[in-house]
């Protein structure tokens, strides 16, 4: 059984940090191309980051020099740090892998008050 389960969410001030984690279980982990996607109240889940096996990071314009995101092979886990928050950044957080099939985590609450 596939898990990928999400954690390091919470809140935080303007200009404040936080670093989520992606653990992923029941799967070959180097072999799936990695994401974080957001999804803010009554808008769309939207693509942040991700990471391919080869280690390729992309990013959306919005977070590009704010946000690093990050993988750890041995440890199963994705990561993504989040530095310069903004009350923008405020969403759903939600990990993603993809290899021949697609799994999602079930999401982390990330809130940014200004």
């Known amino acids: 059984q596939v898990q990928l389960v999400e954690s390091g969410g919470g809140l935080v001030q303007s200009g404040g940090s936080l670093r989520l984690s992606c653990a992923a279980s029941?799967?070959?982990?180097?072999?799936?191309?990695m994401y974080w996607y957001r999804q803010a109240p009554g808008k769309e889940r939207d693509l942040v980051a991700s990471?391919?096996?080869?280690?390729?990071?992309n990013y959306a314009d919005s977070v590009k020099g704010r946000f690093t995101i990050s993988r750890n092979n041995a440890k199963n886990t994705v990561y993504l740090q989040m530095d310069s928050l903004r009350p923008e950044d405020t969403a759903v957080y939600y990990c993603r892998a993809r290899s021949s099939q697609i799994y999602w985590g079930q999401g982390t609450q990330v809130t940014v008050s200004s």
């Open positions: 029941g799967l070959t982990f180097s072999r799936y191309d």
């Open positions: 990471i391919a096996r080869s280690g390729g990071t």
